[in-house]
């Protein structure tokens, strides 16, 4: 009988040890779900970020394109700026030929040089951020 008794009780043990086994089983298998869940709300996360990298990566690259043709623009005022000037400079040189006053286009061009530094400096003089200087 106490044989029969000792089974019992290692029987009754091993059950023991079994159903914890299984409550730590199921515990685990729930980690894991959350875990699975938890990935899953990183993955839309990461996915919404990527879109808005995609996004302004795009306007990164419009802005780009947009300051490559603003300075294609800019160059090509600098040259009709540049044959304005000339052309002034001729003007004025005929005028002041007409008017009796004998230069050469050089001495033209220099008084013109010379107006073009004159609004500079007083351009820089006065800070852009004054309302006055507009």
Do not use: C
């Not at 993955?43 to 780009?64: A, F, L, S, W």
């Not at 000037?85 to 001495?107: F, P, R, Y």
């Amino acid at each position: 009988m106490k044989n029969i008794e000792e089974i019992l009780e290692k029987l009754l043990a091993e059950q023991d040890f079994l159903k914890e086994m299984q409550g730590r089983i199921v515990e685990n298998y729930d980690i894991m779900i959350q875990n699975q869940q938890q990935n899953a709300d990183n993955h839309e996360v990461v996915i919404h970020n990527q879109t808005t990298i995609i996004r302004n990566q795009e306007i990164i690259v419009n802005n780009q394109i947009n300051i490559v043709r603003n300075q294609k623009q800019i160059v090509q005022n600098q040259v009709q700026l540049d044959v304005i000037l000339q052309t002034q400079a001729h003007l004025l040189n005929l005028v002041k030929k007409l008017s009796g006053q004998h230069e050469s286009i050089e001495e033209t061009s220099q008084f013109i040089n010379d107006l073009i530094e004159t609004k500079k400096e007083s351009i820089n003089a006065k800070p852009f951020n004054d309302p006055s200087s507009l």
